[in-house]
T-cell receptor
């Protein structure tokens, strides 16, 4: 069975600081990995995903994530936080069955202070 | 491009009343469809998924049911709501037989059961 662990239910940064949201996964097969963002009272928006190929994945809004197989990690980063980045972020893993496969982490709320 | 709609956006219902939430997808055919629930502090819980008309799989036992009367329509129902049914309900779709199962979410419905 696959699982996702997001370290820290809340992460606080100052505007302009580095954003680092941590995600570790377990999967019995090579995983597909995802990051989603959710703004208050909205649905989830796909930020980026890793399927195959380059392990450094760039997404929308200046975010990127690196797949590290040896560490079973897929941490999300952004060099400089903006106030508009304040939201909840979810990491997810897929086991390649093609349906009902996404397992989500519990989410990390990113707080950005001026 | 593909669009996913959910309605209503918000709903306040008394305990014991029926429920019907609707989700429709535009711009794609034969999608996989999903219903999730977010309850406070509990992350995303997959409720139902469907790989075709009339094909519904339930992930958790509860007093909710789902139906897919048309290819791009997914309905979540209950005959009698419980207080514990309160939450944010999200519909999602993915491309049939996409091995990555990349899911795209609707705007959600906020349900409050009083």
């Amino acid at each position: 069975a696959q699982s996702v662990t997001q370290l820290g239910s809340h992460v606080s940064v100052s505007e302009g600081a580095l954003v680092l949201l941590r995600c570790n996964y377990s999967s019995s097969v090579p995983p597909y990995l995802f990051w989603y963002v959710q703004y208050p009272n909205q649905g989830l928006q796909l930020l980026l995903k890793y399927t195959t190929g380059a392990t450094l994945v760039k997404g929308i809004n200046g975010f990127e994530a690196e797949f590290k197989k040896s560490e079973t990690s897929f941490h999300l980063t952004k060099p400089s936080a903006h106030m508009s980045d304040a939201a909840e972020y979810f990491c997810a893993v897929s086991d390649q069955r093609g349906y009902s496969t996404l397992t989500f982490g519990k989410g990390t709320m990113l707080l950005v202070s001026p | 491009s593909q669009t996913i709609h959910q309605w209503p956006a918000t709903l306040v219902q008394p305990v014991g009343s029926p429920l019907s939430l609707e989700c429709t997808v535009e711009g794609t055919s034969n999608p996989n469809l999903y219903w999730y629930r977010q309850a406070a502090g509990r992350g995303l819980q997959l409720l139902f998924y469907s790989v075709g008309i009339g094909q519904i799989s339930s992930e958790v036992p509860q007093n909710l049911s789902a139906s897919r009367p048309q290819d791009r329509q997914f309905i979540l129902s209950s005959k009698k709501l419980l207080l514990s049914d309160s939450g944010f309900y999200l519909c999602a779709w993915s491309v049939l037989r996409d091995p990555t199962d990349t899911q795209y979410f609707g705007p959600g419905t906020r349900l409050t059961v009083l």
